[in-house]
């Protein structure tokens, strides 16, 4: 399952939300652009983030990182997320 996560990227809180639980990766980042659209923000303003959960997690519940990960196993991962944009 997919899932929006609030994350703020902070190491002392290594707990992660679970915002909304999503069945695909498409549903996931519409809900995503929804919520960016409700805050009024860009997405690196809202702290939100779509994620693989590895387990099962519910809306509102705290999760590790040990506990979901970027990509689903077997994704493809996008050529830009693998090497960065540097000269």
Known sequence: MF???????????????????HKSRKTA????????SKLGKRVWDCDTRIVWL??????????TEN???T???GETVPYG???PDSD
């Open 3 to 21: 899932a929006l996560i609030y994350d703020t990227h902070e190491l002392s809180k290594p707990f992660k939300r679970v915002l909304s639980v």
């Open 29 to 36: 980042e519409r809900a995503l652009e929804k919520r960016m």
């Open 54 to 63: 590895k387990e099962p997690a519910r809306p509102g519940e705290d999760v």
């Open 67 to 69: 506990a979901f990960s």
């Open 81 to 83: 997320e693998l090497h």
């Open 71 to 73: 990509w689903q196993p």
